[in-house]
């Protein structure tokens, strides 16, 4: 008889690179929390716990003066802002094949809007063009970006057929762009539920939008009033679909600029001392150009601001953000199946929803600062803002996703489903989802720094506060670096993956 | 004499798909390209279709329209070259009574007159090929070349489209699978076998049996 070929099954499972990669993540992510300060430093934390509960099912909405004003005001930052962004997007859509616009519009996007927000204030002082500004400038690197990968990704057969001598404006606006105008503008609106979110916290810089009440609210203990808050700015984005109509944008955007308040005057030589003195290099301006010690204090001085701000910022931030990715991405696969048909009925999804909703609405931000108020100061607040925000933006999309997954009649149901047919068939969506997420999770752990966790944004925003603006430009450099490095390494890691190079609205 | 090759390998990409193909068409003739698929037809007329520095008007296999527009849109869109860009987008968003009543008798002898306001995304596929058409004949120029545009007509609407195009164009040359229809409807057949022009003849002198050897292996 003749052997049997040698076909023994290997004893040992091999993984996908998909699973090693994840187990990598959270891996770094269990480093990183050795490393970070998680601790809770208020002295009793379920007081204030219990006295916020009690706040938010006792709204006050009598206790802000002239609370119409506010949601106008928020709204009108909110549209100046987004079409000054989405427009200047657009034509830069156009010319986003040319490296450097390339290169401009990921430094710009880089930058948070409060940050945009804090560096305009130096130098608009509180005018309303500085709010403006802060949304309009990173919208439009965003903009610019989405877009021009939306016209390029679009099959255009119309263009062939063209007849010679059609000129160019005329073959964009008939062959091009029509069939690619659906997917700008539902672009374009969910920017602009993103720009009620930002316009809302730029309050808590100044500006007269909810964010300032809120804050105001926030620190006198007003939990009612910041309910009441609260409670309008869902309602502001639950009914956005009903009174955003597109035959009404037109008309919305040419009256927002007249509800935007008339802030501080703009002092002409503020701009041009920000521009020439203030954000120079203290050595450069304080000796000769020519001078060699000036170039040699000018070396002094980035190496201690980069070994004593710039490094510890970047290994906070860089904590911060590792461990945020996975508790995002443990929360997401955890929240999906509240909002999916293969796992619940219509009440329990209808829940879902609401529950989702409300995370995503609000912003990181203002989650970060009410855990602050309930832990202090530590990296906890900051993790579990971020987490609780991405993570329900996250599942919010995968569970869409899972709704599309055809089964089999006889599969199995409850966590053998959940198990077995349906993480395995989402994970590639949904890491796809959490790596497009990543870049955003270290832009925000900066602005987290503003409330005084010791990211790179907290060292800028000190540097800021004291009137430090050369070291300020300095270490938000480096942050556009850190951000655009993160960036492509999400790219290549998706690429290495194969997974979906275009995630939608992640 | 409006087209010419000479001794040229045509493809993609340096993959030359025909060998060696020379060809002049005048003006006037009515040119039917039959083959196998596959075979090289839609090769020829695209090098045809760049090489000719006049204005041809095209009809591509894939009707090649903006899905979003109306039919009137797409069909306007074989006149943006006339018009000043202004004008053009004046008429994007607020097509002018004018430019209706010139587009209106081209659709309506098509059979797509009800249609003129739909997006040409929810026509089926023979509507959609008919308002390629439409687009060619407001376009005009020297000559009409096709890539099947036929194809999902029957036989009495082939007939009635090849009427109109002829109406319209002086020159044409259409690639066609409909052995029959061609012979009935071109004053030259070429056909095109193993990268080749296997047979180039006036119609008159070419049956259909004539024909068979195309389209066997």
């Given at each position: 008889m003749a052997a049997v070929p040698s076909n023994a099954a290997p004893t040992t499972p091999r993984y996908s690179p998909v699973v090693k990669t994840s187990v990598g993540f959270v891996a770094a992510a269990a480093v990183c929390l050795a490393f970070a300060?998680?601790?809770?430093?208020?002295?009793?934390p379920w007081l204030e716990m219990k006295r916020m509960a009690w706040g938010a099912v006792t709204p006050?909405?009598?206790?802000?003066?002239g609370l119409g004003m506010v949601v106008l005001r928020t709204i009108a930052f909110a549209l100046c802002g987004v079409a000054l962004g989405a427009v200047a997007g657009f034509l830069l859509s156009q010319i986003f094949h040319l490296g450097p616009v390339r290169w401009m519009c990921a430094s710009v996007r880089a930058i948070h809007e409060l940050f945009w927000a804090l560096i305009f204030l130096q130098m608009?002082?509180?005018?309303?063009l500085t709010g403006v500004l802060a949304i309009a400038i990173p919208y439009a690197g965003i903009c610019a970006k989405v877009y021009a990968e939306t016209l390029e990704e679009a099959q255009l057969p119309a263009l062939r057929t063209?007849?010679?001598?059609?000129?160019i404006l005329s073959a964009f606006f008939f062959a091009r762009l029509p069939d690619v105008w659906v997917h700008i503008k539902n672009y374009t609106s969910y920017r602009f539920e993103c720009g009620l979110r930002s316009s809302a916290v730029l309050g808590f810089i100044?500006?007269?939008?909810?964010g300032f009440h809120l804050e105001t609210a926030f620190s006198e203990g007003n939990y009612s009033e910041a309910a009441a808050l609260m409670i309008l700015f869902y309602l502001l984005i639950a009914t956005l679909r009903y009174w955003m109509r597109p035959k009404l944008v037109g008309f919305y955007v040419l009256i927002a600029p007249f509800l935007l308040g008339s802030g501080a005057a703009i002092n002409m030589s503020n701009i041009v001392r920000f521009l020439t003195?203030?954000?120079?290099p203290a050595p450069l301006r304080e000796g000769?150009?020519?001078?060699?010690q000036t170039w040699r204090n000018l070396g002094d001085w980035s190496g201690t601001l980069l070994m004593d701000q710039a490094l510890p910022g970047m290994v906070a931030t860089l904590l911060l953000t590792q461990i945020a990715l996975v508790v995002t991405g443990v929360l997401a696969l955890a929240l999906?199946?509240?909002?999916?048909e293969k796992f619940f009925g219509p009440v329990v999804r209808t829940l879902g929803h609401v529950f989702l909703v409300v995370l995503r609405s609000t912003p990181e931000f203002i989650l970060a600062y009410v855990f602050l108020q309930l832990?202090?100061?530590?990296m906890l607040p900051a993790i579990v803002a971020l987490s609780l925000h991405n993570g329900a933006i996250i599942g919010h999309l995968v569970g869409r996703f899972s709704d599309e997954v055809r089964l089999r009649p006889d599969s199995p149901r409850g966590i053998n489903l959940y198990g077995f047919e349906i993480v395995p068939r989402v994970y590639g969506q949904f890491l796809a989802f959490l790596f497009y997420r990543w870049e955003v999770i270290m832009r925000e752990t900066a602005i987290l720094g503003i409330l005084?966790?010791?990211?790179?944004g907290f060292f800028v925003d000190s540097a800021l506060a004291d009137i430090r603006l050369d070291r300020a430009m300095f270490l938000i450099a480096v942050m556009v670096v850190f951000n655009v490095a993160v960036d492509s390494l999400s790219r290549y890691i998706r690429g290495r993956l194969h997974l979906s190079t275009r995630a939608g609205q992640a | 004499m409006l087209f010419r090759l000479s001794n040229e390998n045509l493809g993609y990409d340096g993959t030359?798909?025909?060998?060696?193909i020379s060809l002049t068409v005048s003006a006037g003739e009515r040119v039917a390209l039959v083959g196998e698929?596959?075979?090289g037809k839609s090769t020829l007329l695209s090098v045809l279709q760049n090489r000719y520095d006049g204005n041809t008007a095209l009809i591509p296999q894939d009707p090649g329209?903006?899905?979003?527009?109306?039919v009137f849109h797409n069909v306007y869109m074989g006149s943006?070259?006339?018009?000043?860009a202004a004008y053009n987008l004046l008429n994007l968003v607020w097509p002018r009574q004018s430019e209706i009543a010139r587009i209106r008798p081209i659709v309506e002898r098509l059979g797509l007159g009800e249609k003129?306001?739909?997006?040409?995304?929810?026509?089926s596929g023979g509507q959609q090929q008919r308002t390629a058409i439409c687009r060619a004949i407001l376009q005009g120029g020297d000559a009409v070349l096709g890539d099947?545009?036929?194809?999902?007509?029957?036989n009495h609407q082939s007939r009635a489209i090849l009427a109109a195009l002829s109406d319209t164009f002086k020159t044409i040359i259409l690639a066609m699978h409909d052995v029959d229809l061609a012979l009935e409807f071109s004053t030259r057949i070429i056909g095109i076998k193993g990268g080749c022009i296997a047979l180039d003849a006036p119609a008159h002198a070419v049956t259909r049996s004539d024909l068979d050897f195309l389209y066997r292996d």
């Open positions: 300060d998680i601790s809770i430093t208020t002295l009793d006050d909405f009598g206790a802000v003066a608009l002082g509180l005018s309303p063209l007849p010679k001598g059609t000129g100044g500006l007269p939008t909810l003195v203030d954000i120079v000769g150009l020519l001078a060699g999906f199946p509240l909002i999916s832990w202090g100061p530590s005084g966790i010791a990211t790179l | 030359p798909v025909l060998r060696d698929s596959g075979a329209l903006v899905r979003s527009l109306s943006l070259h006339r018009h000043s003129l306001f739909e997006p040409a995304g929810a026509l099947e545009p036929v194809s999902a007509a029957d």
